[in-house]
T-cell receptor, first 119, second 110 residues
């Protein structure tokens, strides 16, 4: 069975600090996808990124960057120069296979990390 | 915006009553999902659908049933609501191996 662990329940930082959110996953599949979602206080779930298991290139999008390491089964998320608007709960998720493999892309979520960015 | 709406957005009901939540999408996506979100658990899959009349169970399906008679609508039914089903329910669709979520329904069972 697949599993996602976000060991950091809550992180508090001061604005402009860099912060890394950890995500460790377990899966038996060789084909899988990893995701990050943001849930601001308003409650909606915002898609941030999808990474497939064949692409270990790190990705940067503005102040956001992601580090995918298959050797350690980790998919960590870094926010550079954090801002108050980054305050949210962040979820890491995993899906095995894909439509063609019949997996239906069912997502397994971690328990989330609450990030608080203070002035 | 993935064109997903959920209704109702908030509902308070009593133990033992039936409840139906509706997820509606406007973009003809084949795959639809129902998740529940609870503190300390993240989101957990209840049921999903891979086409009209094609559904399957997820991790926490006990006490829930679903139906999909049209591509655009995916209904989640609690036949006899219990207090343990107090939660926030999210519907999702899948496109290009990415899942996008509706705004959520907050259900309170007293």
């Amino acid at each position: 069975a697949q599993k996602v662990t976000q060991a950091q329940t809550e992180i508090s930082v001061v604005e402009k600090e860099d912060v890394t959110l950890d995500c460790v996953y377990e899966t038996r599949d060789t084909t899988y996808y990893l995701f990050w979602y943001k849930q601001p206080p308003s409650g909606e779930l915002v898609f941030l990124i999808r990474r497939n298991s064949f692409d270990e290139q790190n990705e940067i999008s503005g102040r956001y960057s992601w580090n995918f390491q298959k050797s350690t089964s980790s998919f960590n998320f870094t926010i550079t120069a954090s801002q108050v608007v980054d305050s949210a709960v962040y979820f890491c998720a995993l899906s095995e296979g894909g439509i063609l493999t019949g997996g239906g892309n069912k997502l397994t979520f971690g328990t989330g990390t609450q990030l608080k960015v203070e002035l | 915006d993935a064109g997903i709406t959920q209704s109702p957005r908030h509902k308070v009901t009593e133990t033992g009553t039936p409840v139906t939540l509706r997820c509606h999408q406007t973009e003809n996506h084949r795959y639809m999902y129902w998740y529940r979100q609870d503190p300390g658990h993240g989101l957990r899959l209840i049921h999903y659908s891979y086409g009209v009349k094609d559904t399957d169970k997820g991790e926490v399906s006990d006490g829930y049933s679903v139906s999909r008679s049209k591509t655009e609508d995916f209904l989640l039914t609690l036949e006899s609501a219990t207090s343990s089903q107090t939660s926030v329910y999210f519907c999702a669709i899948m496109t290009r191996n990415e899942q996008f979520f509706g705004p959520g329904t907050r259900l309170t069972v007293l």
